[in-house]
């Protein structure tokens, strides 16, 4: 098959070799025409990834039209900030069915609308559309080392036609219907990452990463509940699994600039020296949307919100948490 990456960072790179390893052809679309001609002259991305030696048949482009005409399938892996101009990029040139897997991680800050729900506005055709997410580490995936994800839709036929196109020996495919669910599990697990990081920056430890790891999954199941999905899909890859390799691996960006905010670091200053976009900074912001409009409960989003944007000092922060009032574990 034709296959198009839109998005040539880590994680972009990496499912364009997934792709290609299984025999498909790949145009991967890079913003910059540098990086673009980089990956087909040496090909290696030479920004994010850098010593993976990408398939011969990955080829590169920064035209949108280029990379999408003619695809007989797209993955869009932007930061979620841009899911909306993404969407609005390719309508000119995607034919209406077209399947489309949506691998941002977020939530709309106006519209409160997660990345495939902007896509199914800007696109129409929603039975088309589905939603990646799971404990996949691009630097370990694009080495082929073992992994699982869950692609959601909520066309069976759409997910079980990504799921075969991924699939393969190393890396596990699972489906579901729940695609609010494990779009709402990809933005949380970022936010709480951030307090696990600032958490070990300011000197706790396993059992403190441990008990905002287990109170964040119960933010997340109670907005999934709210939000019309499925709370059981908290206990899942894109849940539980997800929540796990992003709180604690040394490849988790969100994890290491919770680090960085406990030493004093700004999510601008971070950004610019990392060069990755810090997703739940966003989340943190974009999640309180959804947490007004159905009026539940998010203490540790909103203290993550606060050290980050309002920059109050993240000790403070930790004495609010511990004063909250005790209550039951489930309700």
Not at 88 to 97: G, H, I
Not at 150 to 167: H, R
Not at 198 to 214: E, I
Not at 305 to 325: G, K
């Amino acid at each position: 098959m034709n296959v198009t990456v839109i998005g040539a960072g880590s994680w972009g790179t990496a499912l364009a070799q997934v792709v290609a390893t299984n025999g498909h052809d790949v145009v991967l679309w890079a913003r910059r025409p540098e990086v673009a001609s980089a990956i087909n002259r040496d090909h290696r991305n030479p920004d994010y990834l850098k010593d993976a030696d990408l398939d011969p048949r990955v080829h590169a482009t920064s035209s949108v039209e280029e990379a999408v005409g003619g695809a007989e399938a797209i993955i869009s892996v932007t930061p979620s900030k841009y899911v909306r101009s993404t969407a609005e990029s390719l309508a000119p040139f995607v034919f209406p069915d077209v399947p489309i897997l949506v691998c941002s991680k977020g939530v709309e800050l106006d519209t409160g609308l997660v990345p495939t729900q902007v896509f199914e506005e800007v696109l129409g055709n929603p039975a088309r559309i589905a939603a990646l997410s799971g404990p996949n580490h691009a630097e370990e995936i694009v080495k082929g080392v073992a992994a699982g994800t869950v692609v959601a839709s909520d066309s069976a036929q759409t997910a079980e036609f990504f799921q075969q196109l991924l699939a393969s020996e190393a890396f596990r495919v699972y489906t579901s219907d729940d695609v609010m669910g494990v779009e709402l599990c990809a933005a949380f697990k970022n936010v709480i990452a951030i307090a696990v990081g600032v958490a070990y920056g300011l000197g706790y430890g396993d059992n403190t990463a441990a008990m905002l790891m287990t109170r964040g999954q119960a933010e997340m199941s109670r907005l999934i509940a709210a939000s019309g999905g499925n709370p059981m899909t908290c206990m899942g890859l894109a849940g539980t699994g997800d929540l796990i390799a992003t709180c604690m691996s040394r490849h988790s960006r969100n994890r290491t600039f919770g680090e960085a905010l406990a030493a004093g670091e700004t999510v601008e200053e971070f950004e610019a020296r990392k060069r990755m976009v810090v997703e739940g900074a966003q989340a943190c912001l974009t999640l309180g949307t959804l947490s007004k409009r159905y009026q539940v409960e998010l203490p540790i989003t909103d203290v993550v919100r606060s050290m980050v944007w309002d920059h109050v000092e993240p000790r403070e922060i930790a004495t609010l948490l511990a004063s909250r009032s005790l209550k039951p574990e489930f309700y």
